[in-house]
């Protein structure tokens, strides 16, 4: 299918002729067999290529158990993919321990998030500068009064029970929402006249990205609750939440001085010559063109959040990953050779899914930028 | 005295000030040392109160304590008895080792698919295109549990272990290697270090021959060469004829005898060269499509091959584009060898920043040591790297 329409593609003159199974070896003579030495190199990569795609569906699809309430049809087959696991555990790995009853409270703020996101994120709907303040100020509120309740009537949710998809969700979008701003601030810190200013921020940017997420995880778990006064407890989540927004602040705030410094030199003077002062210079002219300049990499910097988000497993919390790994080793029922390989197989698909989507969406708007700067 | 109060009253100056860029500078500058003072105060008295209420010793005399516990692998000497200071050794050690072969092999690994992206060749560059979109978008905690539990975990026991070519076995304990113990390895080492620095003071010579004219003969310098590569060659070939070599042998329990090979270090080793790899894949193909076309038509006019025209024009001006992200990744690699911790390979995370941790709960000290040794190594990371691009890098025209 994908060699067909590739091919009238590569050789367009080969497509023109007509004939579609001529084209096909034109273009397979061109493409893979130009030279002996390249068509060796062919041919191995086609056995390759054929043994991973075979091994794979063998395991996923011949030898693999599709039905079953516990681990007892897996463990009869030792080389298969072990499919009852996912969708008897489904509800335990996108929600956690949620509550049944109150699941709709979680669906909701997933509507209420894809309606700001969706024309947010397609070019052209109006409107963006008022979806922006919807999804930063008010979506935020909304959101934490529907997930965790305890006023206007809903049952509070403690968030020991948030799990899996849905916590990998939370912690990833507050921690690029909390630490948009903190970025924004520190990159104008390290641009800033003002040497202590500066040197401030250097130093915090400079520190965080020397360090791994591992260890900042640790700091906000365990030395966290030192630093408050001995009478004020965080919640576990919270520190959690800290820990990833200081961390992603130092990488976003790197992303932003990319667009800072992008921006020429006469857009500051023009400011400057209009009498602005800093905030407005900043906030009116420079920060508008920079943050739109640096959209991809801002996508990009959230991509590797949302997979570092999986780090919280090892401060205890049950993000998606969290959640599989758990099932996997503590859960005797569902033992088989294959339970875990399945479960592993499943967080990535998802995990990959989202990732993907978003490096497209990126890469897309990545050639729009070029191009609109071409022209 | 007067003249003080008329100036302190004039409203006018005051303004003036309020108005005055340095004035405003001075200020707001205080004011930040002054909160971020505050805070640090904040913080250590109530970490202080904090530990107190808790009894949590402080200092760092808990470094020269026994630490009581045992490592799973280890490339000091190291038993339960020894102390909380060697536990530290032990892990930064781990984590280095970890750290220098994953960026060597992701090196390497990560050239042949960038080089591979680009290949004539449709299926290479499309299956090294399919591993690099599989690979980046995948976590890579879950793809080191893959690793660790789903496949080396899911070997067969020792009993029954994969059997590899020269007498290596692969089981659920590891990889399993002959130990091979070379005779005269002083000699040997010897040999390398004078085929080395021979070799480093041909080149120089070359290069200022290339300057003022060959000062020696042709065949005096390919001389050199020969002497250069064969001795150490001759030395190997002597030691090995008198090398031993142990095999593993199936004991009891387990492979004896020869080189064993954790599986926890296997997997985090696999799992971050082959993560790491499609990141370095990708500036590979970035560098070498940002060299620009005319370069590869002028080495083909020149009449280079495909080959040549890679090694000698278009990757010297590549490197150039490629260093600098390159060196992220390296830094990347070293800092994400700290995800050891969930697999259980005795990193320094997981060795000082959790048993460590755990048993003297000292959490302040534990963790900014843990860190220090991180900006350490990106530090000095960092400046080895940027001196590898200052020579590589050269002036423009």
């Given amino acids: 299918m994908t060699q067909e329409s590739s091919s009238s593609k590569l050789s367009p003159h080969a497509a023109r002729r007509g004939d579609p199974q001529r084209a096909f070896l034109d273009w397979a003579r061109e493409a893979l067999f130009p030279s002996p030495g390249q068509a060796l190199v062919s041919l191995a990569l086609i056995v390759l290529a054929g043994w991973i795609a075979f091994a794979f569906l063998e395991w996923a699809v011949f030898n693999a158990v599709f039905s079953g309430s516990d681990g007892g049809a897996c463990r009869a087959a030792p080389l298969g993919a072990c499919w009852p696991f996912i969708t008897h555990k489904m509800g335990l790995f996108l929600y956690g321990r949620y509550p049944d009853a109150e699941l709709w409270r979680v669906n909701l703020t997933y509507v209420l998030a894809l309606a700001g996101l969706v024309p947010l994120m397609v070019p052209g709907v109006p409107y963006k500068l008022a979806l922006s303040l919807y999804m930063l100020l008010v979506f935020p509120v909304i959101a934490f009064i529907l997930l965790s309740g305890g006023v206007l009537g809903l049952p ?7 799990g899996g998809l849905l916590l990998t969700l939370v912690i990833a979008s507050v921690g690029i929402a909390a630490s948009f701003p903190l970025g924004i601030l520190l990159a104008l810190a390290r641009r800033s006249d003002l040497p202590i200013v500066r040197w401030s921020a250097i130093g915090y940017i400079e520190l965080v990205r020397g360090v791994p997420l591992v260890t900042v995880l640790f700091m ?9 006064p001995p009478d004020v407890t965080i919640d576990k989540l919270l520190r959690a939440l800290v820990g990833v927004a200081l961390f992603s602040a130092a990488y976003l705030a790197e992303v932003i001085r990319g667009g800072l410094q992008a921006i020429p030199r006469g857009q500051y ?4 010559a209009l009498g602005l002062g800093y905030w407005k210079k900043m906030g009116l002219i420079i920060l508008p063109q920079a943050i739109r300049l640096v959209i991809p990499g801002l996508v990009n910097s959230f991509i590797s959040l949302f997979k570092d988000t999986s780090l919280v497993l090892i401060i205890g919390l049950f993000d998606l990953i969290g959640i599989v790994e758990q099932s996997v080793q503590a859960d005797a029922k569902w033992f088989s050779p294959q339970t875990a390989a399945t479960g592993y197989f499943f967080a990535g698909a998802v995990f990959w899914i989202f990732c993907f989507a978003m490096s497209r969406y990126s890469s897309s708007l990545e050639r729009k930028l070029a191009s609109r700067v071409r022209s | 005295m007067a003249d003080l109060l008329t100036r302190l009253t004039d409203r006018k100056a005051w303004t003036r000030a309020v108005y005055d860029p340095q004035v405003r500078a001075v200020v707001f500058q205080a004011l930040l040392v002054l909160v971020l003072a505050l805070v640090a105060t904040e913080i250590v008295l109530n970490t202080a109160a904090n530990l107190k209420k808790q009894n949590i010793a402080s200092g760092f005399d808990f470094l020269t304590r026994t630490a009581g516990f045992d490592v799973s692998q280890s490339l000091l000497p190291y038993t339960s008895k020894s102390t909380y200071g060697q536990a530290f050794l032990v892990g930064l050690t781990n984590t280095l080792l970890v750290a220098a072969l994953g960026v060597v092999l992701a090196t390497a690994l990560g050239f042949v698919l960038g080089i591979a992206r680009l290949s004539p060749n449709w299926l290479a560059s499309k299956l090294a295109l ?5 690979v980046r978008n995948v976590p890579l905690l879950l793809q080191l549990l893959i690793w660790y539990v789903a496949v080396l975990r899911a070997f067969p026991a020792p009993g029954d272990a994969l059997a590899l070519p020269f007498g290596a076995y692969l089981d659920k304990r590891g990889l399993h290697l002959p130990h091979i113990a070379l005779a005269h390895g002083g000699w040997l080492a010897l040999s390398i270090l004078a085929a080395l620095a021979l070799a480093w003071w041909l080149k120089r010579r070359a290069k200022q021959d290339q300057k003022s004219g060959p000062a020696h003969s042709p065949s005096l310098r390919s001389a050199g060469w020969v002497l250069a590569g064969l001795v150490p ?16 042998v199936l004991g009891r329990f387990n492979y004896e ?21 499609a990141f370095i894949a990708e500036i590979v193909r970035a560098g070498l499509s940002g060299v620009p076309r005319g370069q590869r038509e002028a080495a083909a006019a020149l009449g280079l091959s495909r080959r040549q025209a890679l090694r000698l024009v278009i990757l010297p001006q590549a490197l150039r584009i490629i260093i600098p992200p390159l060196t992220n990744q390296y830094l990347n690699l070293t800092k994400n060898s700290s995800l050891a911790v969930a697999i259980g390979y005795p990193d320094l995370v997981s060795v000082f920043s ?39 890098a050269w002036a423009e025209r």
């Fill in chain 1, 156 to 162: 509070y949710v403690d968030t020991a029970l948030w």
């Fill in chain 1, 220 to 228: 906000a778990s365990v030395m966290l609750p030192l630093f408050l």
């Fill in chain 1, 269 to 272: 003077e023009a400011a400057d």
């Fill in chain 2, 130 to 134: 399919a591993y690099v979109e599989l």
């Fill in chain 2, 233 to 248: 060659v001759i030395v190997l070939i002597w030691s090995s004829l008198g090398a031993t070599v142990r095999y593993p």
């Fill in chain 2, 257 to 277: 005898g020869g080189l064993s090979i954790e599986p926890e270090f296997l997997a985090l080793l696999i799992g971050l060269t082959t993560y790491t790899a």
């Fill in chain 2, 354 to 392: 959790g048993t460590v941790l755990n048993q003297t709960g000292q959490a302040v000290e534990v963790i900014l040591i843990t860190m220090a040794v991180y900006l350490l190594i990106s530090l000095a990371t960092a400046l080895a790297m940027n001196a590898f691009n200052a020579r590589t």
